[in-house]
């Protein structure tokens, strides 16, 4: 059991000191929600193997009174078995699907898009010692130069903002993808714009984005986990004459997802607008 309510993290940091890694970001909420402290080892993308004697090649890693656990998912299903007593992070394993899935559809709607136009302020941002790495690993994930990739991102930005409506429609009718409170789908999702606020060297999203208000809340828990010295506004972003709207202005039909049919009353003014008579 944690000594002193402390468990070690082993971080993944730029030279700001600024969390980069979604997954280290994930556990560092992971472990507060849990209500312990964090022991934080430093480091960057080089040397992981020498910090952590051998055990690991990736972060995070957490260490529990010389128990080594590894890898972010790991790291919470752990932390519910091993403190059943303390507010769980995923409560049952359909919570769990549900989770990766909307972390998949996330990474695949943000993640991606927001690399090709950061990749080159990821790389400056990094740790002298490891902007060879970075370098050489990234252009080999892309295929090319890092100054080639970010090559028209003003016009891709706009585009991201685009498919996030599945998010904006879930925070128009609750606080948390949790309900009342934050779980760890939240923290997941949170992750993906930690990590865009550590390496957006431009805002990625308009200052009226919707989403702010669930992300400002996010950044904030714990005492302003989320407010870490180096991080970038992701709010700002000017649009440029042709630039798609970024959001649903109207009240939007939700996919027919968020109304509940009680009688006439409750689906006559949607009704109305679909006939074309409001």
């Known amino acids: ?110 993640i991606g898009p927001w690399m090709t136009c950061y990749i080159k302020s990821y790389r400056d941002r990094s740790l002298p010692e490891d902007q060879d790495y970075v370098t050489q690993s990234r252009e080999r994930m892309f295929g090319a130069k890092m100054e080639d990739v970010i090559i028209g991102r003003e016009a891709r930005l706009p585009q991201v903002l685009l498919k996030l409506e599945l998010l904006r429609q879930t925070f128009r009718e609750h606080r948390w993808i949790g309900g009342e409170s934050p779980n760890y789908a939240d923290y997941r999702l949170l992750s993906v714009f930690l990590f865009c606020a550590s390496v957006a060297d431009i805002p990625p999203m308009t200052e009226d984005e919707p989403l702010r208000d669930w992300i400002d809340r996010g950044f904030d828990l714990y005492g302003g986990l989320g407010r870490c010295q180096g991080m970038s506004p992701l709010f700002g972003l000017t649009l440029r004459e042709g630039d798609p709207e970024p959001f649903e202005k109207g009240p939007g039909f939700g996919g027919g997802l968020n109304k509940r049919n009680t009688g006439p009353d409750s689906t006559r003014a949607e009704t109305a607008r679909l006939k074309g008579e409001e």
Not at 42 to 58: C, H, L, N, S
């Open 1 to 110: 059991m944690a000594r002193n309510n402390t468990i070690t993290l082993y971080d993944l940091q730029l030279a700001s000191g600024c969390t980069i890694s979604p997954f280290v970001w994930a556990t560092k909420y992971a472990l507060k929600h849990k209500g312990f402290e964090l022991d934080v080892v430093p480091g960057g993308f080089t040397g992981i193997m020498e910090r952590t004697g051998g055990k690991t090649e990736r972060l995070p890693a957490i260490v529990d009174d010389g128990k080594w656990v590894l890898d972010s998912w790991l790291i919470a299903e752990y932390l519910d078995a091993t403190y059943p007593d303390r507010p769980r992070l995923i409560a049952s394993e359909s919570e769990k699907v549900m989770t990766e899935t909307l972390e998949r559809w996330l990474w695949q709607t943000a």
